[in-house]
Structure formats: structure tokens, C-alpha cells
């Protein structure tokens, strides 16, 4: 009986796997051809400086609409081109648009997504570089976001990658920071101009003592270290009031602005400033 029950759970499981195998396969398809067919697009959210709300940078996006399925999650297809070689071509996409949004904007940079996949690529140094001077943009108006995973399975190698890059006049910002597995002792090994704490402990504050207390030190760690820290995923007027009090040098959220179509960004980068009253500052709190 046991035994029996055991194969139908097996079953059971194949059959998942196969579904999730068959969509994964799908998903690829679709991918393959989402560059030919003009499916994808970026969108643009703005980064801004906690005292006087410049605008100081844009964060480029990925998004995909697929005929056969709408807007896909870009957490979703993102991983599954991660794991086919298909990051490569997706990801040279979206360096040669964003670069080209550059020519757009008076004087802020913009920080691209890179997957551990294309970090890790042989040549990615001289790739960037080519596709920079090509595009006629200085190094110092590309920012390269990275998570920890891309930096610590080869940390030798990382380090130096990271190190010639920066050489070379790009921005390093490690993203996610506080959900890897990085050590606190590595991090000084790398060549580094920003942290972004995860939005999974802006999310916790004011709500909880213990993720008030891990944004402090991040903070801390980045004075220390003389680092730019960027809050991720700011929603509310209080997360914005307690990050400023806590010293955090620069915030993005849906509270500042959503990620914007590529006209709009245009706009918005020609502000230059975002307006205070989008802030709606809260009574003070302490957190
Ligand atoms: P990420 O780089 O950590 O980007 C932040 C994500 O949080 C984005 O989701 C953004 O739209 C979302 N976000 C920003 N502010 C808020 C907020 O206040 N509240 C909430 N709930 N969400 C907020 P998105 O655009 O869906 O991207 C998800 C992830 O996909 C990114 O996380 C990044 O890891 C990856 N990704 C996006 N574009 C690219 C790309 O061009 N290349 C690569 N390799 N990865 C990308
Ligand atoms: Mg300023
Ligand atoms: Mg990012
Ligand atoms: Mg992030």
C-alpha cells in the first residue's frame, strides 16, 4: 500500500515537472524571437538623492509583451533565459537601448541589470567597453548592477573584473544587498560605488525592530566603507521619513515614482529634480 501510494506521488511530481518543463520550454521559444519581433521594451525609474530629491540616475527594466501570453513577470522570464544562453543576446539588448536613452538625459546614468551569467562571460570587460565607445557615452555614465551571487562563487576572479571595470570609469552597485550570501569581510575585496538594500527589509520598517535595525547597519557599513546606499522598493511616506533619518543616501520606490515609459523618463530627466510635495513627508517616527 505504502509502495503503491509512493509511485502515485512520483507520478504526481513527474507530471509537475514536466509542466513546468514544457512552459519553461515555451517561455524560451517565445523569447527566442521577442527580439526580432519588437516585443520587448525598456522602462526607466528614477533614483533620487534623499536631501534635495535630484534625480541622479535611472534604473533600465526589462519588460516583455508577449503576443501569446501579455506582460510576463520579468522575475519570471528573466531566471529562464538565465539558464539557456539566451541572457547574452537579451542582455545586449538592453545595454545598447539604455545606452541609447543615455543620449536623452542632461547629465544622470543609468544603472543596468547584469545576471550572473553575463558577468561571469569571458571578454564581458571588453564587451561593455565596446559597446560603450560605441555608442560615443562616457564609462562614468553606466552603472553596472550586479547581485552577490554574480561576485562570490569566483570572488578572485569577481575582483578583478569588478576592479577594471571601475579602472575604467564605471559604476559598480551590488543589488539585492542582504539576501546573498555575502560576507561582510569579502565585501572590501571588491571595487564597489553602491549598495541597494533589498526591498524585503525597507518593507520591514516601522514594522518590525529587526529590519529597522539591518537597514542601520547597511547604512553604517556603507558610510563606513565610503560607499552610496540606495533604499529599494520605497513605498510610503514614513519608509522615506525614517531612511532619510537614518542617513540612507539615496531612495527608489513606487512612493518616488513607478518605472516609466521612455518618454516620460525623458521628461522627468529634463526636471531634474523631483518635486518635494511627491514625498507627502509623515510625522516623524521613530524607527
Ligand atoms: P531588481 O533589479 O532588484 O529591480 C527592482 C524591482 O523592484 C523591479 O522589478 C522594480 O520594478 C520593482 N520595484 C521598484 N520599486 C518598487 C516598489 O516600490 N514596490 C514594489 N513592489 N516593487 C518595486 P522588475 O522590473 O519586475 O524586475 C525584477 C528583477 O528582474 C530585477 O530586480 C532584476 O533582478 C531583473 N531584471 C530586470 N530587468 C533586467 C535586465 O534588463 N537584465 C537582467 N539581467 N535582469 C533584469
Ligand atoms: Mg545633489
Ligand atoms: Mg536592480
Ligand atoms: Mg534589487
Known sequence: EAKRRGRGIIRLFDEAMDESIRFRRKIEGGLA????????????QPIVERGDLEIVAFEALLRWDSPD??????????PIAE???????????????????????PGQYVSVNFSPRQFRRQNFVAHVVERVQHAGIAP????????????????????????????????????DFGTGYSSLYNIRRFSLDCLKIDKSFIDGIGRERESAAIV?????????????????????PAQVQALRIAGCSHLQGYHLSRPLEAEDAAEMAQQRYMRPEVIKLAVPRVV
Request: proline letters at 1%; zero cysteines; hydrophobic letters at 45%.
Open 216 to 236: 542601520q547597519s547597511i547604512i553604517h557599513l556603507a558610510r563606513a566603507l565610503g560607499l552610496e546606499v540606495v533604499a529599494e522598493g520605497v513605498e510610503t
Open 69 to 78: 501570453y501579455g506582460t510576463i513577470p520579468t522575475g519570471l522570464f528573466i
Open 140 to 175: 562614468t555614465r553606466l552603472q553596472i548592477e550586479i547581485t552577490e551571487t554574480a561576485i562570490f562563487d569566483d570572488a578572485e576572479r569577481a575582483a578583478d573584473t569588478l576592479y577594471r571595470l571601475r579602472q575604467m570609469g564605471f559604476r559598480i552597485a551590488l543589488d
Open 33 to 44: 524571437q521577442a527580439i526580432a519581433n519588437d516585443e520587448l521594451r525598456l522602462v526607466y
Open 83 to 105: 539558464e539557456s544562453s539566451l541572457i547574452h543576446e537579451l542582455g545586449d539588448w538592453v545595454l545598447t537601448q539604455a545606452l541609447e536613452m543615455l543620449q536623452r538625459w
